[in-house]
């Protein structure tokens, strides 16, 4: 048994399949309980205040967390970690997000503590750290772009990953042995922000003047220095950013 938390999410929706596929029962937290004829148990678990994690994670062998906001996700994780410990859950997969330990940023600093508390468990656990997928990016271009100057960040790169490559992965790891803090997986190509706006406005045939804009502070000097990216070591994904923007455009 696989309990999944975050599993009706984007990365969710794409990995649940995958687990049943390899012969796994799957368990997921989700907002609301019951049966979607899919073969999935649905629970309903609010992971901030930890009502009803005692009894979702009777009986799993495997967690997969997935859950995740803007805000609250290291005591969500430190909740799911001490049931897990309770229950002797056999392997705890995390997923993380690159450069989780340099970006001095309060989104940043709760997932790391939520890192933290998976690796420093009294259970197995594995941690992946993830590239931003190629909604985040997509969708940041497109708020950019909302505005009648696009304001465009200097010094910005990403290494946006599909979500079909995370999924694949996260499959993987949860169905093998824990690995504690395992290589980042990141897309094929780093794009500078200016080019994945370029990439946004050529696909929606939209146009707009730039201007381009200093992030100020530590959080823009890691990015200026790369320090967000992995370029070795890491396991790199097939999908490419082309692919998701054609998508996007055939609808």
């Known amino acids: ?5 975050g599993g009706t999410g984007t990365i969710g929706r794409e990995v649940v399949p995958l687990l049943q596929a390899a012969g796994r029962k799957v368990r997921v937290l989700s907002r609301h309980a019951g049966d979607r004829g899919d073969g999935v148990e649905y629970l309903a678990v609010d992971l901030l205040n930890g009502d009803g994690l005692d ?8 967690i997969l967390h997935l859950a995740g906001g803007p805000k609250g996700d290291d005591v969500g994780t ?12 056999g392997h705890l997969v995390h997923i993380s997000v690159t450069a989780v330990d ?6 940043f600093k709760s997932k790391l503590g939520a890192e933290q508390a998976v690796l420093g468990a009294n259970v197995p656990s594995t941690v992946l750290r993830v590239a931003q997928l190629n909604e985040f990016a997509w969708n940041a ?6 505005l009648p100057v696009m304001p465009v960040p200097g010094g910005i790169r990403f ?16 169905l093998g042995e824990p690995r504690g803090l395992a ?3 990141v897309g094929p190509t780093v794009y500078t922000l200016a080019e994945l706006a370029r990439d946004y406005l050529r696909a929606t045939g939209k146009r707009r003047l730039s201007l381009p804009i200093r992030v100020p502070g530590k959080a823009g000097k890691v990015y200026r220095a790369g320090d967000n990216l992995t370029l070795s070591g890491a396991t790199v994904g097939t999908h490419t950013w082309d692919e998701f923007v054609e998508a996007q455009v055939k609808g």
């Open 55 to 62: 009894a979702a994670v009777g009986g799993v062998d495997v």
């Open 141 to 146: 271009v497109r708020a950019m772009a909302k």
């Open 159 to 174: 290494q946006p990953v599909d979500r079909r490559d995370v999924a694949a992965r996260l499959a993987e790891l949860a």
């Open 183 to 185: 290589p980042d997986l």
């Open 1 to 5: 048994m696989i309990l999944v938390t």
């Open 78 to 89: 430190r909740n799911l970690v001490a049931a897990a410990e309770r229950a002797r859950v």
């Open 102 to 107: 340099k970006l001095p940023l309060t989104y």
